[in-house]
């Protein structure tokens, strides 16, 4: 499983749906390494920079390969009639490449790519 940047931020915020749903798994989800720029990039501060470096930590990161850049420009059309962006069209090929399920919320992005699985495994 493989969470996108929503989840990401319900759980560094605390939220508990999220941290039980964490606290449930085996092993904790992938995290794909545009997620993990978005959330060290959006720090307002150095002190909330470590407290995202700190909790990327607990996560194995996922970066793309070659064919997951290629698969995610097939993507294109989908900015045109869906509004996928560049991160997420990235995101849902290195999903899709290696076999992992995405976790988000953000259905309305990700509804129309093809061949990705998308779940939201707890509720807001």
């Known amino acids: 499983m493989l969470a996108d940047t929503d989840v990401l931020i319900d759980l560094i915020r605390g939220y508990q749906p999220a941290l039980a749903w964490l606290a449930s798994l085996p092993d904790p989800p992938l995290v794909s390494g545009f997620a993990a720029l978005e959330l060290a990039f959006g720090s307002s501060d150095t002190q909330e920079l470590s407290r995202v470096e700190s909790f990327l930590k607990r996560f194995p990161v996922l970066w793309p390969d070659a064919e997951d850049v290629k698969r995610a420009l097939t993507f294109s059309k989908l900015r045109l009639s869906g509004g996928l962006g560049i ?5 849902a090929a290195l999903a899709i490449g290696h076999g992992q399920e995405l ?3 953000n259905l309305r992005h ?13 509720s807001r």
């Open 110 to 122: 990700f509804k129309s790519v093809p061949g990705l699985k998308v779940l939201s495994t707890y």
């Open 103 to 105: 976790l988000t919320f």
């Open 87 to 91: 991160l997420d069209a990235l995101t």
